[in-house]
């Protein structure tokens, strides 16, 4: 799960003109940032004609580009095992040599734990503690259908075209969010930061600052 | 003539793809300690799917709901939280 973008200069590092195979959804050739306030809003926006030729990132479906991108760690001699979790590591020494599976265990010289920013493994390996609410932004996303043509019209943009926009918000409290065009569909999400939201109400009608799934 | 309306936050949850496992994947560890919350129920207010709710004495958990963010056990060091396993959980059509 992300907003989000495929940056063209990390990623083609390993997989060169990985654009010309991968499934991606438009290219971006203007960022927004959005700066908001409950009935106003500033827009900053960049849009670059380089951008058509000399590619600069990519909006993408996780769903759909993941699978590609683990295609190519399999050609490459990886082997992908799906439906398995890893719930601990296993160390020997001091030293992290594998993790533990509920279908068995699996060494390895190196360990990488790419379970993101609230990694459990990490946790559980002790190589961090929990974060603390307030250095956590929780963000929600919905995608919204949007017929092509009708996407192109909005942000006017030519057919393969992009818009990746951030907004940074106040009122109440400090939010933030994306916005993305994808081929057919808008990637729309809202954060806000989770000390904030311990304070917010869920009851119905709730104008305080509230879940961000209230908002979206 | 085409007819709108709003969609809940259940209808769109519903949109995802949950593979549900008999036995829920995260749990209060010590329930008497919700008697006397530290967190103000941060579990109910920030989770984003209303897996947490209060019923008479006690949080219930709907685990089925559960889009597997984290968000409760950083907030509530009572909640025993691990990931669903190996197949089970959210799986998201887009992502």
């Known amino acids: 799960m992300f907003g989000g973008v495929i940056f063209r200069h990390h990623t083609e590092q390993i997989a060169p003109e990985f654009w010309k195979t991968a499934p991606i959804e438009r290219h971006v050739v203007e960022y927004q940032y959005w700066f908001l306030s409950k009935d106003s809003h500033l827009l900053l926006s960049h849009r670059n004609q380089r951008f058509n030729s000399k590619y600069n990132a990519f909006t993408v479906h996780r769903a759909k580009f993941d699978p590609w991108f683990a295609k190519l760690a399999e050609d490459a001699g990886a082997t992908i095992i799906n439906r398995t979790t890893a719930d601990n590591v296993i160390k020997e020494n001091g030293k992290i040599v594998g993790v533990k599976t509920e279908r068995g265990d699996i060494f390895g010289e190196v360990t990488i734990a790419a379970d993101g920013v609230n990694s459990l493994l990490s946790k559980q390996a002790g190589l961090k503690e929990e974060l603390p609410p307030d250095a956590v932004v929780l963000a929600v996303k919905e995608v919204i259908g949007l017929p092509k043509q009708k996407i192109e019209e909005r942000f006017n943009l030519g057919p393969d075209e992009g818009v990746a926009a951030m907004l940074i918000g106040w009122g109440p409290g400090m939010h933030a969010g994306f916005m993305y065009t994808n081929r057919d569909t808008v990637s729309l999400g809202i954060a806000i930061n989770l000390h904030v939201a311990c304070r917010g109400r869920r009851d119905q009608g709730s104008k305080g600052q509230g879940n961000p799934i209230d908002t979206l | 003539m085409t007819q709108q309306r709003?969609?809940?936050?259940?209808?769109?949850?519903?949109?995802?793809?949950?593979?549900?496992?008999?036995?829920?994947?995260?749990?209060?560890?010590?329930?008497?300690?919700?008697?006397?919350?530290?967190?103000?129920?941060?579990?109910?207010?920030?989770?984003?799917?209303?897996v947490f709710k209060w019923e008479e004495n006690k949080i219930t958990i709907t685990y089925d709901a559960c889009v597997e963010c984290g968000a409760c056990r950083i907030v509530c060091y009572d909640i025993g939280w691990k990931n669903p396993k190996g197949g089970f959980g959210i799986s998201y059509k887009y992502g």
């Open chain 2, 6 to 50: 709003t969609l809940t936050i259940e209808d769109k949850l519903y949109r995802n793809r949950y593979k549900v496992d008999e036995d829920s994947h995260l749990w209060i560890k010590d329930p008497k300690m919700c008697l006397k919350c530290p967190f103000n129920f941060a579990c109910i207010r920030v989770c984003p799917t209303d």
